[in-house]
């Protein structure tokens, strides 16, 4: 209700109103006193004016900030002071009260110190604009892809395959630890135990999300995903949501307007939705977060491919923390290199050697890259990575074996090339990533309610 308060005021001039929120902020003297309320719809609060002939004055006097109460009263425009508009109470109910000790008092708080309170951060400004714009992100994810006919395909988080075989998985056991099978030599026989083979918490949905769409042709999953990195950075969480589009009798250069159509498409949705939350992270978070947003959905994403990259980097006059030879893995403080310093916005890069990529994705002509694609932005890095699929039989079983992968473990991965295998071609975007992108925020664990990270899985 605040919010449409703020939004249209005038709809409200003089009007009796009720309002359930929280004290934020309260003052008063004998004769009168003044509130800030927050009721959770906005990240603003709205100023309460009580005076002496309330029934309850001298209780409400002396209420703790964060108490929850009930207002009645009639909504004032001031248009001489600091704030466009105040309610003049006729009414208070005590609806909650707090204790004196609350941790969140009104000062600025570090975003360190509000990570060890994960539970209440949320009814600070900071928190209440980036969890809103996620939410409203998200609702922009699903609408983009449901207004292209694209099926939401819910993939499975437990699974026994690993997606990029890169091993970081949490590895599922039944809890009684009494009774895990063992065999011979100690170890855990997980044909005994409760699934009767290994299986982990999904590390990508994409494997699923192919099966799907060879039969809808465009699908899309968004779900939580897990990853046993053991990097303690701003930018890696154990446990983090990704968006995943696979589209059928499709190629990479399909899969890159695909994607930059999504960035977009969500950019646009949330500066239109989310107006004042943007502004705030303008104003206190990121100062020209707003321009380098309108930049990005005026102009095209830059496009190159990892040889030219690497050629780049090499050239650089920079002293790089880890040097690049043509082979080796883009570092962060590479792509941001390439994304800040060379190309000044989000691009694309592509093609990169299959050696550090993973089983699936499509071998090139030159036999030494892979149809893949990474975006990276300007702040962040990598916030997509993708690829065309291996849709050749011979050449994907031979790349699973190559890459010492356990055949059996993808036979019906493997029989999708053998019923009507098609083209195709997909991408994994981290919404965390994207989120911080958006906001400014600068580490992950502030863009996610309750973060999870190496040593850390409080609350
Ligand atoms: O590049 P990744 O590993 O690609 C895949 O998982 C593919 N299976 C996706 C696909 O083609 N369907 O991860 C995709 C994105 C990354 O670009 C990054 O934004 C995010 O997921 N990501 C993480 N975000 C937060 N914490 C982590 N530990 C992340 N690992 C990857
Ligand atoms: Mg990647």
Redesign the pocket.
């Known amino acids: 209700l605040i919010k449409e308060i703020y939004r249209n005021k005038e709809n409200f001039k003089d009007q009796n109103i009720t309002i359930a929120g929280w004290i934020r902020t309260l003052r008063a003297s004998n004769a009168f006193g003044f509130i800030e309320l927050n009721d959770g719809s906005f990240f603003k609060n709205i100023q309460v004016v009580f005076e002496e002939d309330l029934e309850n004055f001298k209780e409400i006097s002396k209420l703790t900030i964060s108490s929850s109460i009930i207002i009645e009263g009639k909504l004032k425009l001031t248009p001489d002071a600091k704030q466009p508009f105040e309610i003049k109470a006729t009414k208070i109910m005590v609806e909650g009260l707090s204790d004196r000790e609350y941790p969140l008092q009104k000062k600025r708080h570090s975003l360190e110190f509000l990570r060890t309170i994960a539970h209440l951060r949320p009814r600070s400004n900071t928190f209440s604009a980036v969890f809103r714009v996620r939410s409203i992100a998200a609702y922009a994810i699903h609408k983009f892809f449901q207004e292209r006919g694209f099926v939401y395909a819910h993939t499975p988080i437990i699974t026994g395959s690993d997606?990029?075989g890169a091993g970081e998985m949490f590895r599922l056991t039944t809890l009684d630890l009494d009774h895990i099978p063992r065999n011979d030599e100690g170890q855990i026989d997980f044909k005994e135990d409760f699934f009767g083979k290994e299986t982990n918490l999904t590390?990508?949905?994409?494997l699923a999300?192919e099966a799907y769409a060879l039969a809808f042709r465009n699908v899309y999953t968004f779900g939580p995903?897990f990853?046993a990195?053991n990097?303690n950075t701003a930018?890696?969480?154990?446990e983090?949501w990704?968006i995943?589009p696979?589209i059928a009798f499709a190629e990479l250069e399909d899969n890159m307007q695909l994607a930059e159509d999504m960035i977009k498409y969500v950019i646009n949705y949330v500066l239109e939705h989310a107006p004042e939350e943007m502004a705030f992270f303008n104003q206190f978070i990121d100062k020209g977060v707003l321009e380098r947003l309108e930049n990005i959905v005026s102009a095209n994403f830059g496009r190159i491919t990892y040889t030219d990259a690497v050629e780049i980097l090499k050239k650089a006059n920079v002293k790089f923390e880890y040097p690049v030879e043509w082979g080796c893995d883009l570092q962060t403080e590479h792509e941001r290199y390439l994304t800040e310093k060379v190309l000044k916005k989000p691009v694309f890069v592509t093609d990169y050697p299959k050696g550090i990529k993973?089983f699936y994705m499509r071998i090139n002509e030159d036999d030494k890259t892979v149809a893949a694609m990474?975006?990276l932005v300007p702040g962040v890095g990598?916030?997509?990575?993708?690829?065309q699929r291996e849709e050749r039989l011979d050449v994907l079983e031979k790349r699973i074996e190559e890459m010492g992968l356990n055949k059996e473990d993808y036979w019906w991965y493997l029989e999708l090339r053998k019923y009507g295998g098609t083209k195709h071609a997909?991408?994994?975007?981290?919404f965390?990533?994207?989120i911080m992108y958006m906001t400014g925020m600068s580490n992950?664990r502030d863009v996610i309610a309750f973060p999870r990270t190496t040593k850390s899985a409080e609350f």
């Open positions: 997606c990029e590390v990508s949905g994409q999300a995903t990853r990195e990097s930018r890696h969480a154990a983090f990704m995943e696979e993973a990474d975006l990598e916030i997509i990575g993708g690829s997909g991408f994994g975007l981290g965390e990533r994207l992950i």
